[in-house]
Each structure stands twice: as C-alpha cells, then as structure tokens.
C-alpha cells in the first residue's frame, strides 16, 4: 500500500525557514517523479514543486523560485521542501504526492507575527 | 504562466448526469497537458480520480469518465450519487509546471 506521511509543519514568523519532509513507503520511491502541492486555508490547490527520480531535474511555480528547494534521498525513501524567507502567503496545508496518482494527507504550515 | 479555469459550482439531481470542464489560457487542452482530475471532500486531502485525460483510478467509480470536449477537458458523471459532493479540481502540465483550476464545487441536490 502506497504511504506518504508528511511531517515539519507548524507556526513561524515572517522571514523564518521550515523544512518539510515526507516519508514514503509501499513502492520503490527511487522510481517515481514526486511533487509538494499546496492548499492556503479555504482556496484551491497549487502546485509547488516537482523532482524527477534521481534528483537531476527539479521545477518550482514562480511564487516560490529562491526561496524553497524540493530535494530526495532516495536512501532513506523521503522527500523534502526546504522553505526560506517565508511570506503570510505561504501559510498552507503542504501536500506531498507521488507522481499525480497518490498524496499525502498534509502538513500545516502557519506563518505569522 | 497558464491559467487553467474551471465552472465555479455545478450543481446535480441524484442519479443525473453533469459535465464539469478545464480550460486552458494558452489555447485547446490535449493529451500533451496531461489532463488530471481530483477529487477533494471537507477535511480531506485530495484524490485523483482520472489521468492522462480518461484513465480511471483503480478506485474512481465507473459512473466518472473524462474526455477531451470542444477544445477542453471534461470530467463527466453518469447516475450521480449524494457521496458524489465535493470540490473537484483539474490539473494540466505546462513543460515541467502543473497547473490547477481553481475547482468546482459539484452539489448533489
């Protein structure tokens, strides 16, 4: 059975950094693309991130490039969102999906003063 | 970067049938944007019901069926049942990018 837990979520202030990361199980986690998805409290989804298998290939939406890295190790079966210079706007349930077929259950990011 | 749009909210009589659709800002919707559908419930994380335009999940119900329809994609449900209310949202894949509609809330009423 595919899992994806994620975890490293919580309350911050504006400017601070948060690493996210999202453990994997029930099917060879080196073989698949994997994603960080987002949802901000009452809106819709949006991508955020994306990684290919081995790592060598990585995209982020606009809002985000320079500020957060989507990385692997594909050892230990976990993906990971380093974010940085986090916004108000950034406060969200943070979703890790495997390719677009299966997702996490979220973590909840809070940015606030 | 793409615009992807969907109907704000639709709504269903139990066992009718309703045609949600996705729009692309960049021109039609094809295969090539990889067309996904998702379906998300109150409190829930979201699951994907249809990839690659009409590919079924091994637990989307047979009553869904997607399709590519004047230029869009489309998500359609055939005989549509009380636990089939929720938002549902699209995705298409823009070189490297994915983009999401902004969901539509389907009522079953």
Known sequence: EVQLVESG???????????????????????????????APGKGLEWVATIKQDGSEKYYVD??????????????????????????????????????????????VSVSS | ?????????????????????????????TSSHYPYWFQQKPGQAPRTLIYDTNTKHSWTPARFSGSLLGGKTALTLSGAQPEDEAEYYCSLSYSGARVFGGGTKLTVL
């Open chain 1, 9 to 39: 979520g919580g309350l911050v202030q504006p400017g601070e950094s948060l690493r996210l990361s999202c453990a994997a199980s029930g099917f060879t986690f080196s073989s698949y693309w994997m994603n960080w998805v987002r949802q």
């Open chain 1, 63 to 108: 809002s985000v490039k320079g500020r957060f890295t989507i990385s692997r190790d594909n050892a230990k079966n976990s993906l990971y969102l380093q974010m940085n210079s986090l916004r108000a706007e950034d406060t969200a349930v943070y979703y890790c999906t495997r390719g677009w077929l299966y997702w996490g259950q979220g973590s909840l």
């Open chain 2, 1 to 29: 970067q793409a615009v992807v749009t969907q109907e704000p909210s639709l709504t269903v009589s139990p066992g009718g049938t309703v045609t949600l659709t996705c729009d692309s800002s960049t021109g039609a919707v």
